[in-house]
């Protein structure tokens, strides 16, 4: 059975600390790996990796992708109050190619960020 | 853009009821989501369209649930008959793959809280 698991569950850092969350995986024809956002309401898009060993880069959010390792994590470097939010990792797996599959979530990463 | 937009934004009905929800994509965009929340499953895909054709179903629970797409600007998720199991978020999403994939920078609408007593 495909699954994405994530770790930690939760975390509480404070304002100004660098985080690393993380994102495994066990499935099978692996297509691409996303990361999202999720605060008070609807997730939102934060990156989408396919390839191993580039980095992706948002401002102070970063993320990389082993597929050999079949793990992904995400950084956040100087966080803000306003970076606490649930973070959802999910993988598209897809057996016949092309735009049909489906999406994979792990359970989130739940982030506070202390002032 | 409106973003996407969902309605209702919450919805009350009795077990046994049938239960429709309503989703306009972003203007453009050629793929269209749906998904449920629940503190117990997280977040699950159900279906997915592309130009108003399904194209992955598989995460439907049960022949409960369907949806349709008559048109680009508009989808409909309906369960019926609804079961208090399907109390949930659901969200709709839209995105633009132009070669990248379905999911490459999908834009989330504000949810439809549903509960079934």
């Known amino acids: 059975e495909d699954k994405v698991v994530q770790s930690p569950l939760s975390l509480v850092v404070h304002e100004g600390d660098t985080v690393t969350l993380n994102c495994s995986y066990e499935?099978?024809?692996?297509?691409?790996l996303l990361w999202y956002k999720q605060e008070k309401k609807a997730p939102t898009f934060l990156f989408m990796l396919t390839s191993s060993g580039i980095e992706k880069k948002s401002g102070r959010l970063s993320s990389i992708l082993d597929k050999k390792e079949l793990f992904s994590i995400l950084n956040i470097t100087a966080t803000q109050t306003g970076d606490s939010a649930i973070y959802l990792c999910a993988v598209f797996v897809s057996v016949y190619g092309g735009s049909q599959g489906n999406l994979i979530f792990g359970k989130g990463t739940k982030l506070s960020v202390k002032p | 853009d409106a973003g996407v937009i969902q309605s209702p934004r919450h919805e009350v009905t009795e077990m046994g009821q049938e239960v429709t929800l309503r989703c306009k994509p972003i203007s453009g965009h050629d793929y269209l989501f749906w998904y449920r929340q629940t503190m117990m499953r997280g977040l699950e895909l159900l279906i997915y369209f592309n130009n108003n054709v399904p194209i992955d179903d598989s995460g439907m629970p049960e022949d409960r649930f369907s949806a349709k797409m008559p048109n680009a600007s508009f989808s409909t998720l309906k369960i019926q008959p609804s079961e208090p199991r399907d109390s949930a978020v659901y969200f709709c999403?839209?995105?633009?793959?132009?070669?990248?994939?379905?999911?490459?920078?999908?834009?989330f609408g504000p949810g439809t809280r549903l509960t079934v007593t």
């Open positions: 999403a839209s995105s633009f793959a132009s070669g990248t994939g379905p999911f490459y920078e999908q834009y």
């Open positions: 499935v099978t024809n692996f297509r691409s």
